[in-house]
């Protein structure tokens, strides 16, 4: 969530949640276009091949910003769609509406006070009055905006992460609306990968927007990491909390983007990247639930004030992206990541043979391709691999003591650049979602720790999750 205190925006008084009101909005959008398309189409009539092919691709911008602008104008969960499609959309979109999409910013312009205090008196009745609640949200999102709040009679800090009023209902209809505005931009092929998609957006939008369900999850990560002083999770008060409404302890922290935390010594940022790593691997060897959100809003850090005898801490803010993966996934993701720990390329083939028993998408892949992916896992586990068994990575990416520097790796333009080639080829679809979620998380990780400029070791990183041995 974003902090709406930075910006100048007034408090919106009101939020267009009704199905006819939304409708309107989306027909009135759908007309425009339509027009835009006629009138394109018109101008191109005398012009050559390759003026039409410009002018098109032109048009495409445009048309995708302008769909951007009307999405951003409903807010709630039409908005939240399109930050999914953003997000993980790359395959089966045309890049001129992923790269609108990802401008799509509801976050800067929170709701009045008056819209929230109504919302918090639905959900918490009289115990409202048990709270000195601040009116100034300290984060906003398309779904939800939290406030800061004491309990009167404790002096305990909380928050209230408090859902938009009707929100939860309009997610069916506002993806039926999505979907309708892309068909009318003719700029989205309607093909059975993008139904799954939307399928799969649905599924994750009911789940988000059911907060006890997050509040168990939360409650589980609590326990998880209890007794791990690097770790800081919010404790949930059930008794506030509803399906619309979180309670849960304030937990302070700062940015990763904080000057404070760049300032850290190198030892403390490698100790903070080596706590963020051992989650994902944690998540994918141990658990089987990811957090698939890659949001860095969703962690603070936590700067110990004695660092001779405290730890620097993540706050880990946001359940409401969890996702439980199968045991098949789960297998393939391990045995591709141990395949890269070792830099084995036969291994790394035999996992992704193995993988085309359990999906699609790689069985249908030809020897070529498979081979074009082993070489695209063996770089993108390159931070995960030993030195001793990978001579492949760059002698500037090792410091003097073997440690693995990320933010001189350039290791996702290389990754990029090599997937390219096999993302031309005839054989090469969508791949399955599941291991598009994964793809995410690890670039967001991988991003997380170029930011911070942490420092690790392939040993200290996947020593505790295999039962190899390390030598």
């Known amino acids: 969530m974003a902090n709406p205190q930075n910006h100048d925006n007034q408090p919106l008084e009101q939020l267009k949640t009704s199905a006819l009101d939304r409708r309107l909005s ?6 425009n276009i339509g027009r835009r398309w006629a009138t394109n189409s018109a101008f191109g009539l005398f012009k050559s091949k390759e003026e039409k092919a410009v002018q098109k691709q032109a048009f495409m911008r445009e048309q995708a910003q302008y769909l951007v602008d009307e999405l951003g104008k409903l807010k709630g969960s039409v908005v939240k769609i399109g930050q999914m499609l953003a997000l993980y959309g790359e395959h089966f979109l045309p890049p001129e509406i ?39 949200p300290i984060g906003t999102a398309s779904l939800s905006q939290v406030h800061r709040a004491v309990h009167k009679a404790t002096g305990e800090q909380v928050v209230f992460k408090v859902q938009y009023p009707n929100i939860a209902d309009a997610v069916d209809s506002d993806l039926d609306l999505f979907r309708q505005l892309l068909k009318v931009t003719n700029v989205v092929p309607q093909t059975r990968q993008l139904d799954d998609w939307f399928e799969e957006i649905r599924d994750l939008l009911h789940h988000e927007v059911n907060y006890l369900l ?27 909390s509803t399906d619309r409404l979180l309670c849960m302890t304030y937990e302070d922290g700062v940015s990763i983007l904080d000057e404070q935390v760049f300032a850290l010594p190198q030892e403390r940022r490698n100790a903070i990247g080596q ?8 998540e994918i060897f ?30 880990l803010l946001d359940f409401g992206a969890i996702r439980q993966f199968d045991d098949n996934l789960l297998l393939i993701a391990r045995n591709l990541l141990l395949a890269g720990v070792f830099h084995d390329r036969s291994k790394m083939r035999q996992a992704i043979d193995q993988a085309g028993k359990h999906f699609e998408f790689f069985a249908n892949l030809s020897d070529s391709v498979k081979n074009d992916m082993v070489e695209l896992c063996l770089l ?20 003097v003591h073997g440690n693995y520097i990320w933010a001189q790796s350039d290791l996702h333009n290389r990754v990029i650049k090599l997937a390219s080639k096999s993302a031309t080829s005839k054989s090469f679809s969508v791949p399955p979602k599941e291991l598009m979620f994964i793809s995410r998380k690890f670039i967001g990780a991988y991003t997380f720790m170029t930011v911070l400029d942490a420092r690790t070791k392939a040993h200290d990183l996947m020593a505790t999750f295999t039962l190899e041995d390390w030598t």
């Open 275 to 282: 706590a963020s790593i051992e989650i994902m691997l944690r």
């Open 380 to 399: 993108a586990s390159e931070p995960f691999s030993l030195p001793s068994r990978n001579p492949t990575i760059p002698p500037n990416v090792l410091d």
């Open 286 to 315: 141990e658990w089987g639930d990811m957090q698939t959100d890659p949001n860095f809003g969703n962690y603070l850090i936590r700067l110990a004030q004695k660092p001779d005898t405290q730890l620097d801490q993540l706050v």
């Open 214 to 240: 997050e509040a168990d999850t939360t409650e589980l990560f609590f326990q998880r990491f209890i007794g791990d002083r690097r770790y800081v999770v919010p404790r949930i008060l059930k008794a506030y």
């Open 98 to 136: 992923t790269e609108a999409l990802q401008t799509l910013n509801s976050q800067t312009t929170a709701f009045s006070w008056s819209i929230i205090e109504s919302a918090l008196q639905t959900e918490l009745g009289d115990k409202i009055h048990e709270f000195d609640i601040d009116h100034t």
């Open 26 to 31: 989306i027909a009135k959008a759908s007309l």
